[in-house]
T-cell receptor, first 115, second 111 residues
Framework: NAGVMQNPRHLVRRRGQEARLRCSPM?????VYWYRQLPEEGLKFMVY????????ESGMPKERFSAEFPKEGPSILRIQQVVRGDSAAYFC?????????????FGNGTRLTVT | EDKVVQSPLSLVVHEGDTVTLNCSYE??????LLWYKQEKKAPTFLFML????IEKKSGRLSSILDKKELFSILNITATQTGDSAIYLC???????????FGQGTRLTINP
């Protein structure tokens, strides 16, 4: 039973390019959460999605960042026109129901480096 | 603003020592507190604490929550080099589908 799968593991982009990060939730899970971890910091909530719906995007920067979780396929976190400050580890977690009663389990993350 | 603060930020001890990591929080609507261990990859779940005063234990690790004083501690006894990691504390907010994380404690165990 595979856990949360993220790819790519490492992504290098030049300033101004687009970054697309993918997250496949655990089998049977319909809720996905994205978190960002800057160097030497804890994880910060970005967005919570259910299939085809964004439920809470209060942690997403207002510009350049978007997320989706289509009916079929993985969840995608998209960063347009990347800047150096976007360099971070991006973690995804999934749950079968709302996560309040069970701990989140995270994927291995995508480490984005903007040069 | 909801806030979780961990201390110390960094700790270096010798193998065999006992360590105590601290996590304090100020949140609007507390539901539960989680501890994670992060090595080079994903944070891995250790404990979930909901009630005060009930110790959770797993091998050499244990944790307890004090909801009156708004803090939790994570104890590791007889530390081993494999315990070297960043330990993250996170609070679940009632009614919100998100975790608020502390900045982590980087623990280094020297042989």
């Amino acid at each position: 039973n595979a856990g949360v799968m993220q790819n790519p593991r490492h992504l290098v982009r030049r300033r101004g390019q687009e970054a697309r990060l993918r997250c496949s939730p655990m089998k049977g899970h319909s809720h996905v959460y994205w978190y960002r971890q800057l160097p030497e910091e804890g994880l910060k909530f970005m967005v919570y999605l259910q299939k085809e719906n964004i439920i809470d995007e209060s942690g997403m920067p207002k510009e350049r960042f978007s997320a989706e979780f289509p009916k079929e396929g993985p969840s995608i976190l998209r960063i347009q026109q990347v800047v150096r400050g976007d360099s971070a580890a991006y973690f995804c977690a999934s749950s079968p129901i709302q996560s309040n009663n069970s701990p989140l389990h995270f994927g291995n993350g995508t480490r984005l480096t903007v040069t | 603003e909801d806030k979780v603060v961990q201390s110390p930020l960094s700790l270096v001890v010798h193998e065999g020592d006992t360590v105590t990591l601290n996590c304090s929080y100020e949140v609007t609507n507390f539901r539960s507190l989680l501890w994670y261990k992060q090595e080079k990859k994903a944070p891995t779940f250790l404990f979930m604490l909901t009630s005060s005063g009930i110790e959770k234990k797993s091998g050499r690790l244990s944790s307890i929550l004090d909801k009156k004083e708004l803090f939790s501690i994570l104890n590791i006894t007889a530390t081993q080099t494999g315990d070297s990691a960043i330990y993250l504390c996170a609070v679940v907010i009632q009614g919100a589908q998100k975790l608020v994380f502390g900045q982590g404690t980087r623990l280094t165990i020297n042989p």
